[in-house]
Structure formats: C-alpha cells, structure tokens
C-alpha cells in the first residue's frame, strides 16, 4: 500500500476531477490544493536532521494532546508524511488518524495546503517552497472522551500517552533512520514514566533523550496525579522498575509480601531466559477503573492497566495475575526476537502476523508459568487456567471450518471488535490454544528425554543468546524447528503444522500436553478454584457446558454456544432471564433446576425477555452441571507440577 504508480494516481484524480459532472448544478470540480504524487519508496538512506517534537499533554479536562513538530528539509516540491497506521503489538492497521484535528502545515512563516491520498488515507501530501530548510507542522490528538469512541488515555488522574498516535513522519524512509527529539508537557506535579530518560526541562517540557521513530513508538508514557516508583531489581546488572499510578494515593502502595512476587517475577525470567535484552525495563502499571484497559508489550517497557483491588485484594482480581508475566516475556519474545514477517520498514507498511501462534501463543505459556513460579499465582489457580484453555478448545465448534493459524489474521480483519457468534467464528485463538501447542511441545520434549530437558532449554537457547542486545533479531518458522531439534530431535515442523493447521470435524484438539504432563480433563459439577474466583470478579454465571450459555449478574445473556443446547432454543445474546421453573431467575435457581433434570422427571423451563418480548423456553438436557477440571493420573510423573514449580 505504500507504493502507487502514476498510472493509478491519474486515474484516481481523473474520478474526482469526472465525478462532480454528475451533480445538479454542472459546476466544475475545485482544484485540490496539491497535485497527488506518488508515495516514495523506503530508502535506505538515514534521513538528514533530527525532527523536534512538542506534546502538550497537560488539558486533561479536554483530553486533547496538542503536537507541534519541526521537520528538516533539504529540498522543495512534493512530500509525503505518515500518521501510524499499523501498530506494532495491536497486529493491525489500528493508528486512530480519525482523531487527528486541526492539522496545519507552514514554512518561512506562510502556510502550507495539504491534501490526503485517497488511496492511502494515513498519508498526507504537502509542497514545500523552494528557499524552505524546515516545515512546521502542528496538529491536536483528541482522545477519547467516552469508552464508545476508543479506549480512554486521558483521566483526570492520570494518562497513558502513546508517541505514534501524536506524530507525523516523512515517507520513503525506514523508522531506525529517522531521528526524534521528543518534548513532552505533563499537568503540574504529575510524576512521569517510561523507557526514555529526562535529560532536562524547556519551556515546562520534560527534554526526553534523541531516539530514532522505531524506538519512540516503542516507548509510551504513564504519567499520574498519584505516582509511585517500585525498584525489582535492586541488584541487577540493568534496573527493572515498577512504576504505579492510581485513581487515589491508596491504589499505588505496595505491601512487602506484593512486592516481593513482582521481584520474583524478574528473577524467574532470568533464570528461564538467562539474558535480558534491555539497559533499562520500566514496567507502567494503571491501578484504575477509570483509564482503558490495556495490556501491551515494548522492548523496554509494557503498559498495563488492573484492577483497583489489586494490590489490596489479590485474591479478587485472578483476571490481572499473569498479565505483567505475559507482557515482560514479550521484551524476549515478539520484540528482541521478532517474527521475520513483523519487520516492516515503516509504522504504515503492512504487516503480516503468520507467525503470532509463536509470538503470542508461546508468551501466553510463558506468562502463566512465570507467574505461578514467581507466587502470583497458585498451582491450583495456573491448573485452573489450563482446564479452563483445554474444555474451551476441545469442544470448540470453530475447528470444524477455521484452523487456528488463520486466526493470526483476526487483527487485521476483526480488529478487536465484538462478534455476535464468538464460539464459531473463533477470536485470536493463537493466544490460548497457541499456549496449548507450547505445553504440548513442553511435555512432549520431558517425555523424550526422561525429564532431563525441557521447553526451558528452547528458550534459553532461543532468547537467551546477545546479552544486552535490544536491537529485534527475526526468526521464521524454520528458525523455531530448527531450535527445537537443538533441544531434541523429532519432527518438529510437522508437530506444529499439525496442530496450527488443524481443521475439519474430525480435527484434533491440541490437549496432548496434560496426559504427558500427568493429567487428564474431567468434568465435575463444581467450577475448579480459578473458575470459580474468575467468575465472581467478573460478574459471570457461567451455563457454558452445559446449557450453552453465560450470563452477567443481571441474568442477562452474554453469549451462546454455537449449536448448544441455548442455541437449539433459538437464544441468542440479550435475552434476560426472568424465571426458571417459574421460580425468580438466579443463578442458585438455575443451577438447582440443572442439577434437578438430571434424573429425567424434572423439566428445566426458562421465561426469558428482550425489549418487549417474551419466550419460554424447555431443555431436555440431563447431563448436570459441567465445569473442567484437571485431574492426576496415578503413577505418572508430575510433568505439569514442575513446569510451575520455582526455579533456584
């Protein structure tokens, strides 16, 4: 997308010049203010003098973050700059140029038209005067100031500040060969975090180190009213800091016990990876209810965002446990090595994700097993997640007609947006059933080698090579096999290809793992520990194998298993429950009237509303209540209990 011929662009402008012929009043079409050029190809070609960059990020009221920027040029005519458009860690074409406002462009004092290209709408194109050393350019980035606009980055507490969603950059180069100077306003007194250093003060504006565009997209800013700095590793050869802000001062203070697993978290990284791939790893922690979740991966810092009870009531946040776990294991995997179809030249070349079932599947392994070795979690709560990712995906209707490698795709052309049949229509399944192909390859590896080798050595040998290096390292698939035959021998690209590219009805689910690792699924009529605290957090009642669908404490449906028992009724989600057995809707009368059928005489009718309809509903069902455990086999080494056991 980033390279059109002339042929194209005549063409495109001969359709604007052609289309107004069309309206009423016969006027002749406006000339547009710069005649459309081609988009310059990427050069290698370091680009001359370094871009100065003014964010003021200080109108928290208005939520609006004003840019200036000062951009050399050496020669007059056509240039092109881009707003961000493919995002790394989004996977897909997300930068929000829809909430760039007021955009105006000079040089020598005189203002500049610019004109968008219609066939790449993040580029705009502008003519720069001949006599002119330098373009002036000055734009507004209005954030959300609802959740139904986009995420919300700016409270009046704190914000989250994201360089590529506040820049413009000139076309035809690559993002390492341009360089920044970043300046960035903060509201008074706020305490500021991320991975580029202050280097001092002008104008009110923290004076943050040079840094190329690869490297400032990859380095994002939370800064907040309440504010604390937590050091991980106070004796280690490159500091790891926690770095808290909060909706209130409370929110940000750490007990002793809390802080000592977050310390374990680095130590066991290390002791996994036995390198690190940064100078410096700021860890940016929202405790809030207020700003946009996010969890999202850098090479030296991650933004995360919890839950406000969650360094006052770990217990009753287990959805946030193995976040931090997951996104640190990122700076190893999917930004120092990086997939080889990620390393896109610029922010608006497009990029291709086949390689994601690595990237995130494997983090997602890595990120749960770290958190159960560093203490963020218990066995029994890591075994929880596993039995929850192993009935999800061995029931799961999607494989019938979409294997999980085409799921990599769903950044790109889902783009995070709800579906209306997530059970069929799969949703980044790479992630978690991509774990279950890691534990798989895990135990599979224990079992060749008779304990004495593990998915460890892979990523020790993987990651762990380059100590101090922080500039990406590619890999192919090729790469991956090739690593997992220096661990032990077997065919390895078949072993993935078959469990990435399974499809059909009779395709394999990817549970080998847990009967290698010493377990096996069984249903009981009881949620298992992690499930059961999940849920209550969450405010879900879950019906999912056995009736075939969830509700939120409202008893409102909020999904339906395709081809389940709800959807052989006809329900769909947002109907709401209003009586079971013409008793009042509850979960404990719902759960009593599954529990009940189960002998053959007990009916199970549902009356159930949407808007001003009203339908009653009868299950033959008489299987019980259904939830997944992961039960040990005796005589069979626990596999599974020492891949989440601490390191020493």
Partial sequence: MSRHSLAVCASALALLVAAPALAQTGAAAP?????????????????????????????????????????PVTQSG??????????????????????????QFSAN????????????????????????????????????????????????????????KAVLYPAG????????????KLPEGWGYSGALKVEGNIDGYLQLEPINLEHLADSPVFAGKHFA??????????????????????????????LAQHRNLVRQADLLFGARHYDRYDFLLAV??????????????????????????????????????????HSWNGKWRRPADQMTANLNEPLQNSLLWVYEGQTQYWGLVLTARAGLMTKEEALGVMANNAAQYSTTPARAWRAMQDTTNDPIIQQRRPSPWPSVQRSEDYYREGSL?????????????????????????????????????????????????????????????????????????????FEQGGYRLVWKDTPNAYMSQ???????????????????????????????????????????????????ASEDALKKAVTAAKDGSSPITLILKQGDRFKTVNFDYRDGLRYPHLERIAGTPDRLGDILTARR
């Fill in 109 to 164: 004092g005189q203002r500049i038209e610019w004109v968008r290209n219609t066939l790449q709408p993040w580029a705009y194109q502008i003519e720069v005067p001949q006599g002119a050393d330098k373009v002036d350019v000055s734009f507004q980035w209005l954030t959300p100031i609802e959740s139904s606009q986009g995420r919300i980055v700016v409270t009046p507490e704190m914000l989250n500040h994201q360089w590529e």
């Fill in 288 to 329: 809030t209810d207020k700003l946009g979740g996010i969890g999202l991966e850098h090479q030296r810092s991650s933004e995360n965002s919890v839950d406000t009870k969650y360094f006052t009531d770990p217990t009753g946040t287990i959805a946030d446990r193995d976040l931090l776990g997951h996104e640190y294991t």
């Fill in 78 to 103: 056509p240039m092109v700059l881009f707003y961000p458009q493919w995002i790394p860690g989004n996977h897909g074409p997300v930068g929000p140029v829809s909430q760039v406002a007021n955009l």
């Fill in 534 to 584: 999940l849920n209550k957090e969450l405010g879900r009642m879950d019906f999912t194998y056995s009736l075939g669908f969830q509700m939120n404490k409202s008893n409102r449906i909020t999904s339906v298993v395709w081809n389940g028992p709800a959807f052989q009724q006809g329900l769909t989600a947002g109907w709401e429950l209003v009586a079971v057995n013409n008793v009042a």
């Fill in 229 to 258: 700095q937590y050091d991980l590793d106070p004796n280690g050869r490159s500091p790891v800091y926690l770095n808290v802000v909060g909706d209130s001062a409370e929110m940000v203070k750490i007990k002793d016990e809390h």
């Fill in 31 to 71: 000339a547009l203010p710069v005649a459309l050029a081609p988009i310059p190809p990427v050069s290698d070609q370091v680009r001359p003098g370094a871009i100065e960059l003014w964010v003021d990020a200080s109108d928290i009221d208005r939520r609006i973050m004003s840019v200036r920027q000062t951009i």
């Fill in 173 to 184: 180069y690559r993002s390492s060969h341009i360089g920044f100077l970043p300046r960035l």
């Fill in 437 to 513: 192909v890691w534990l798989d390859a895990d135990t599979l590896i224990r079992e060749k080698t008779n304990g004495r080798k593990s998915l460890d050595d892979f990523a020790k040998a993987f990651f762990g090579i380059e100590d101090g290096n922080w500039e990406a390292k590619p890999y192919t698939f090729e790469d991956v096999v090739t690593a997992l035959n220096g661990v032990v021998a077997h065919d390895w690209a078949t072993f993935l290809r078959e469990r990435v590219d399974a499809v059909g009805p009779d395709a394999p689910a990817p549970i080998n793992g």
